[in-house]
T-cell receptor
């Protein structure tokens, strides 16, 4: 099946620094990528929808200036957590939809990135 | 508003069968996904239903009734490794994915 690579898988940073997480579709083109945040024992919380070549659409309550999303190509989207604080510590997961599958195509998930802010 | 309901937690015995239900009220419908997620890992795809009926895939089957806004995931011959969260998600008329809160399935020996 299609592979989505997410990097880094784990990152520990100091409060106030910025962290970038990459999401790559390795063997397909993804016009749409999704970024989720997940707290322990809870379901996925959609943060934003990223479309190639356009601005991301953020869910209500998600700070655009805090969580910068860039989808510069059909295979790469990045999430930057700016001026990270301990409350930003979480599991961040990306998913990508195969362009060939259209709007109802299967989502392929990255492995997730665990962010710990000290 | 849009809503997807799943049981919070279920317990079953190794070797048995379990059915996880999902009911939805969404603005339109363009398909329903089931995903499995183990703690600390990303979700993995299990099934996609867009037409009414039962889709069987090995030990896992998924059923959909669009008129009732209802789906279930059936797991047979349960194994300990099936202990996980099971997520139901619906694609609405705007092709937005609406996620359920997930069902924690606990398998006991």
């Amino acid at each position: 099946g299609a592979v989505v690579s997410q990097h880094p898988s784990r990152v520990i940073c100091k409060s106030g620094t910025s962290v970038k997480i990459e999401c790559r579709s390795l063997d397909f083109q993804a016009t749409t990528m999704f970024w989720y945040r997940q707290f322990p024992k809870q379901s996925l919380m959609l943060m934003a929808t990223s479309n190639e070549g356009s601005k991301a659409t953020y869910e209500q309550g998600v700070e655009k200036d805090k969580f910068l999303i860039n989808h510069a190509s059909l295979t790469l989207s990045t999430l930057t957590v700016t001026s990270a604080h301990p409350e930003d510590s979480s599991f961040y997961i990306c998913s990508a939809r195969d362009r060939a599958g259209g709007d109802t195509g299967e989502l392929f998930f990255g492995e997730g990135s665990r962010l710990t802010v000290l | 508003g849009q809503n997807i309901d799943q049981p919070t937690e279920m317990t079953a015995t190794e070797g048995a069968i379990v059915q996880i239900n999902c009911t939805y009220q969404t603005s339109g419908f363009n398909g329903l996904f089931w995903y499995q997620q183990h703690a600390g890992e990303a979700p993995t795809f299990l099934s996609y239903n867009v037409l009414d009926g039962l889709e069987e895939k090995g030990r896992f089957s998924s059923f959909l009734s669009r008129s009732k806004g209802y789906s279930y995931l059936l797991l047979k011959e349960l194994q300990m490794k099936d202990s996980a969260y099971y997520l139901c998600a619906v694609i609405d008329s705007n092709y937005q994915l609406i996620w359920g809160a997930g069902t924690k399935l606990i398998i006991k020996p």
